[in-house]
Every structure is written in structure tokens, then in C-alpha cells.
């Protein structure tokens, strides 16, 4: 191994992360399953009467409830299915989207995280935020996430002008460890199902699809050791690995999973450069629905938006992670995050991370910890269905 880094570097290109062949030897591996969670969960859904004339009124009744361990945002509850249906005036549905097609903009650059959307009454909004001295990337892009989603959820409360839309600022999460629920939330639709011609009976498969702003956390500590300590408890008997684990924020959607890596690592202090360790992590869907897009499906069928991860411990800073070579911050805008780590059939997105550990700063220090904090800030989706059956006009006696 090379004792500059620089040279180190030098030999190191960064192919494609998907590409990325992650080699690892010298210790026993660990993997992670995760338990299939959902943080918006819906009770119920259902139509009353089932069956219906075109003369009848169907209340369709929705009871949502957070039951994961972050507050949830900008919930909104569609109807999709009634497109030929009437509201309770018996007007056509406009059923527009512009919500859908006016989509978000983002953009990260010296120092400045900054949304842009478009406002129906005030027209195209931008928003930028400053990151203060002495405060983490995770809790800067957290606190800017917190103030362009207070604005534009605000803006998204109009949107129950269109009847099939119904819209809740927010649901607080639950506190297992309190023996506290999540907050719900329940809402009704009453609409005219369509006409049909008389002998006709046709079933409609309605659906209510729940999106809502959510983030997921994790954190990873691994244990490190300077050699000499290793060998120390080696003869006492005290050595053995330990499983590679993340800590994750409760019954998230989207979870991260440590599938491949080392724990503890050994650093030679002995030796000069830079302890070169690998691992292997993987985004997972374990909820019954999927990321969306804030705009249109047109370009960003992915809905992930924006990640960061950071790195601490003793000379410790990321050598090839998701495109950072150095230093000990890594921020995932929405564009790496659609080309690198794309959700695949299986609901899977691996990753790669390698990072570096200075051999130097362990030479008087023979134990202590290095930690990864994950955070993920994106737009998930729930679905219900239910069905009702419409009978074409009846003959009057």
C-alpha cells in the first residue's frame, strides 16, 4: 500500500457506483434483513352504498394514521377511478393535477441549499438557505427541508379546491417507548357515480393513494483498534468481530441496511497512510408503496430527492462514497441519487462506500469508534382501493 494518499488516490478512478466491485477480506461479513414497515398505514377505506343508481350519493370515507417514527408532511389523499364521476352538484370533475406537472426545482451550491416550486397564487416561489457556522450537513439540509416543506405545504393546502383531493398539513409519528399513536387522520369524499345506460351494471375500482413527505435517519458505529491493542486482546481472548448494524429511526418506508463490511476494523499504527476499508450498504423499500416524484413521472420516475451522510471518528474521511474522495460530509442531491442509486425490481439500491482511516492518529490511540449518520429527506406513497358497483338508469313502474 502506498504511504502517500495522494498516491493512493492516483490509482483509484471512480467507475459507475452500480458497477462498483466492493472487496473485502480478512474478517467475518454480516448482512442486515429488515422487518417490511409502512409509516403511513391506511385503517380503512370503503364506499357506502356499495351499490349504487346514478341518482345515489357514495361517501367514500378514508382513516389514515402515522405509525412510523417521523412526522409526515403534506399529506394528501387522492381518488383515482372516478374520472367519469360527478361531485355532489353533479358538476364533471375538472380533475386536474397541477401539482403534478409543476413539480419541484432544487439546486446545492456554495453553501446553499435552495427549492423553487410553482404557487397557484403566487406563481414561481424560490426559497434559499444559508448553512450556519458550526452546524452538521445532515442538521443544515434537515433545517432547510423543515422550511421549504412549511411553504410548501402551505401552498399545497389549496389544492382541495379540486374534489378529489383532500389535504392535511401533517401527522405527528408515534412514540413506542411512551406508549403513545401516531396521529391520525379522517376524511370523507361524496360524489354522483356516472350515468349508465339502462341493463348496464358496471363495478368502478376506486382507489385512495396517501403521498406525504417522510425522512428516514440511521446511524452506524464500528469499533476500531490500533494493532497493538488487537494483539493485546487476542491473548486475553476478548477479540471477534461484530455484526455491521444500523440503527434506524422507527418503521420507516425507505430503510438503510449495512449488507457487507468490517467490524471492528484494525488500523496498523505501524505503518504509515491510510487504512483502506470497504462497505456495503443498500437502500431498501420495505414499505407497500413506493418513492414519487414531486412533479410529473416524465423525468423523475424515482422519487427519492435528497440524502447526505456523514462520517466521524479518528482520522477518519471517505476515500470513494457515492463520489466524495475526501473529507468527512456527503451530500446526494436528487440527480445522483436518479442516476447512481436508482430502486431496482427487487426494491433494492446498493451502494458502495469506501473510506480512509489515518494510521497516524491512532499511533497513542488504541481504541474508539468511527460512526456514519444516514439521513434521507423524500415523497412516499400508500395506497387503499375499494370498489363500487353503478347500475345503468332504472325503468321507472
Not at 343508481?53 to 361517501?59: G, H, K, L, M, S
Not at 474522495?325 to 451530500?331: K, V, W
Amino acid at each position: 500500500m502506498k504511504s502517500d494518499r495522494k498516491k493512493l488516490q492516483s490509482n483509484f478512478s471512480l467507475p459507475l457506483l452500480l458497477a462498483l466491485v466492493i472487496a473485502v477480506s480478512g474478517c467475518t461479513m454480516f448482512s442486515s434483513n429488515v422487518t417490511p414497515t409502512n409509516a403511513i398505514i391506511i385503517n380503512s377505506f370503503d364506499v357506502d352504498p356499495q351499490i349504487l343508481e346514478n341518482t345515489d350519493v357514495a361517501t367514500f370515507f378514508l382513516d389514515v394514521e402515522n405509525v412510523g417514527g417521523t412526522t409526515a408532511s403534506c399529506v394528501i389523499s387522492e381518488l383515482y377511478g372516478v374520472e367519469s364521476w360527478y361531485d355532489i352538484t353533479g358538476q364533471s370533475l375538472a380533475y386536474l393535477r397541477p401539482w403534478r406537472t409543476s413539480g419541484v426545482g432544487f439546486a446545492y451550491g456554495n453553501g446553499q441549499v435552495s427549492f423553487s416550486y410553482w404557487d397557484p397564487s403566487n406563481g414561481f416561489v424560490s426559497f434559499s438557505y444559508s448553512r450556519q457556522a458550526g452546524m452538521s450537513l445532515g442538521a443544515y439540509i434537515g433545517s432547510a427541508w423543515s422550511q421549504f416543506t412549511g411553504n410548501f405545504c402551505n401552498s399545497a393546502s389549496t389544492w382541495t379546491q379540486f374534489p378529489e383531493v383532500k389535504y392535511i398539513d401533517s401527522l405527528k409519528p408515534a412514540v413506542p417507548s411512551q406508549n403513545k399513536a401516531g396521529q391520525s387522520f379522517t376524511t370523507q369524499w361524496q360524489m354522483r357515480p356516472p350515468v349508465l345506460p339502462e341493463g348496464v351494471t358496471q363495478n368502478y375500482a376506486i382507489t385512495a393513494r396517501t403521498s406525504y413527505l417522510y425522512e428516514t435517519n440511521g446511524h452506524m458505529n464500528i469499533q476500531v483498534y490500533n494493532k497493538a491493542e488487537q494483539q493485546r486482546r487476542d491473548v486475553l481472548g476478548q477479540s471477534g468481530s461484530q455484526p455491521v448494524a444500523i440503527e434506524m429511526s422507527y418503521a420507516t418506508p425507505i430503510q438503510i441496511v449495512a449488507k457487507r463490511g468490517i467490524n471492528p476494523i484494525v488500523v496498523n499504527q505501524q505503518a504509515s497512510g491510510y487504512e483502506i476499508v470497504n462497505y456495503l450498504f443498500e437502500f431498501q423499500n420495505t414499505g407497500n408503496g413506493w418513492p414519487l416524484p414531486f412533479g410529473s413521472d416524465v423525468n423523475n420516475q424515482n422519487g427519492f430527492m435528497l440524502a447526505t451522510v456523514e462520517l466521524s471518528g479518528p482520522g477518519a474521511s471517505f476515500y470513494d462514497c457515492l463520489g466524495a474522495r475526501s473529507g468527512t460530509e456527503l451530500f446526494i442531491p436528487g440527480d445522483i441519487v436518479q442516476s447512481w442509486v436508482k430502486l431496482r425490481a427487487d426494491r433494492t439500491a446498493p451502494f458502495g462506500c469506501t473510506i480512509a482511516i489515518d494510521r497516524n492518529a491512532w499511533v497513542d490511540n488504541p481504541m474508539g469508534t468511527a460512526s456514519l449518520t444516514f439521513n434521507l429527506w423524500y415523497r412516499y406513497y400508500t395506497d387503499a382501493a375499494t370498489s363500487a358497483k353503478v347500475l345503468g338508469v332504472q325503468p321507472n313502474y
